[in-house]
């Protein structure tokens, strides 16, 4: 079997792991840096609703390498997550078939949001034609960015969560060991809950969910003539 797709030996922290984490932590040193006056990084490469002024097709890949330049947190828990849920599958699929697995994974979640942004944007064009906000409002609204792994990750979560059901998680503020599984739902009810009401503003509820629904597809694809394998 080729030695890409099932690695030999066990890495802690995989070769694509490591160079995500790189690469998110250079670009995050360059927003806080250059991209605050200089470059507008978040303008030329967070993603944006397709009529948006700064709207560019390829902020649906970019978007996924920023992260908040206002909290150190966004990106440390992001690369964590990645880490730790990334390291079993890269070891698990090789580093090819797993970087392609976080990209499309990151992809579905930037077109999930970007629909969930259609709806948004309608809904602000109504309260602007009714009066109830202003059109600096209305052209704020309609330009706040979207950046972050956190849909790529989702996707990683999920097909962790699909190929270890059973693997046993902590998960703060929960007192008791969950299930990698429960804990999938969990997350995914949170961030329906959250994605349908205006409650949680500022996070990217429908991208969490479309990058968890895109990984969970690719999985069952390629376990199709494995269904029976669990751990």
């Known amino acids: 079997m080729d ?3 099932r690695p030999g030996r066990f890495q802690v922290l995989p070769v694509v792991i490591k160079n995500l984490i790189i690469i998110n932590g250079l670009v995050w040193l360059a927003q806080i840096t250059v991209g ?3 470059l507008r990084m978040e303008d030329l490469f967070a993603l944006h609703y397709f009529t948006s002024d700064y709207y560019h097709v390829w902020q649906f890949i970019t978007y996924m390498f920023l992260h ?6 966004h990106i440390l828990f992001n690369m964590f997550a990645l880490w730790m849920f990334g390291s079993t599958l890269e070891n698990l699929w090789g580093p090819s078939r797993f970087l392609a697995f976080y990209l499309v994974c990151g ?3 930037g077109i ?3 629909l969930a942004l259609s709806y948004d944007i309608s809904q602000y064009n109504t309260m602007y034609e009714l009066g109830q906000i202003s059109a600096e409002e209305l052209y704020k609204l309609s330009n706040v960015p979207t950046l972050g792994a956190s849909g790529a990750v989702m996707g990683i979560f999920a097909a962790f969560a699909y190929t270890f059901p059973n693997s046993q998680m ?10 990698a599984k429960w804990a999938l739902l969990g997350l995914a009810v949170l961030d329906l809950i959250g994605g349908v009401s205006s409650a949680s503003s500022g996070i990217a509820h429908f ?3 479309g990058g968890a629904a895109i990984g969970i597809i690719i999985v069952l694809i390629w376990n199709r003539r494995n269904r029976n394998k669990f751990y």
Request: hydrophobic share 50%; aromatic share 10%; glycine share 4%.
């Open 3 to 5: 030695s890409d797709i």
């Open 207 to 209: 991208a969490h969910l």
């Open 107 to 109: 992809l579905g979640a």
């Open 68 to 73: 908040s330049s206002q909290s150190f947190f």
């Open 36 to 38: 605050q006056d200089l």
């Open 112 to 114: 999930a949001q970007a």
């Open 170 to 179: 902590i998960i703060l503020p929960i007192p008791f060991p969950i299930k």
